[in-house]
Nanobody, 124 residues
Framework: QVQLVESGGGMVQAGASLRLSCVGS????????MGWFRQAPGKEREFVAG????????DYAASVKGRFTIVRDNVKNTVSLQMNSLNPVDTAVYYC?????????????????WGQGTQVTVSS
């Protein structure tokens, strides 16, 4: 069974940092692009960050650029999202996703595999 499982969410105060992790199982994701998306209450799911296979390219939403960093470890079949300087607008459920094309699309329907999500809550 192919799975992506996120961890690392929680409740923090504004200005704090969190590191989300996503581990894949059932197959290697080394040739896939990996992405992080988020969905806040009442809003559509949005792209946060993506990383190409081999880490040759990274992309970030404008709202998180300079604060968030996406990295991957193909040996461990993981992708992580380091989130710094968090603020309340970052509150959302964060999802890890895999895209077999190998290039990090910002469009969620181009990702074939999804995790169950992890909640991040930032209080002011």
């Amino acid at each position: 069974q192919v799975q992506l499982v996120e961890s690392g969410g929680g409740m923090v105060q504004a200005g704090a940092s969190l590191r989300l992790s996503c581990v894949g199982s059932g197959r290697s994701f080394s040739d896939d692009a990996m992405g992080w998306f988020r969905q806040a209450p009442g809003k559509e799911r949005e792209f946060v960050a993506g990383i190409a296979s081999g880490s040759r390219y990274r992309d970030y939403a404008a709202s998180v650029k300079g604060r968030f960093t996406i990295v991957r470890d193909n040996v461990k079949n993981t992708v992580s999202l380091q989130m710094n300087s968090l603020n309340p607008v970052d509150t959302a459920v964060y999802y890890c996703a895999a895209n077999r094309r190998g290039w990090p699309s910002t469009t969620d329907h181009e990702y074939e595999y999804w995790g169950q999500g992890t909640q991040v809550t930032v209080s002011s």
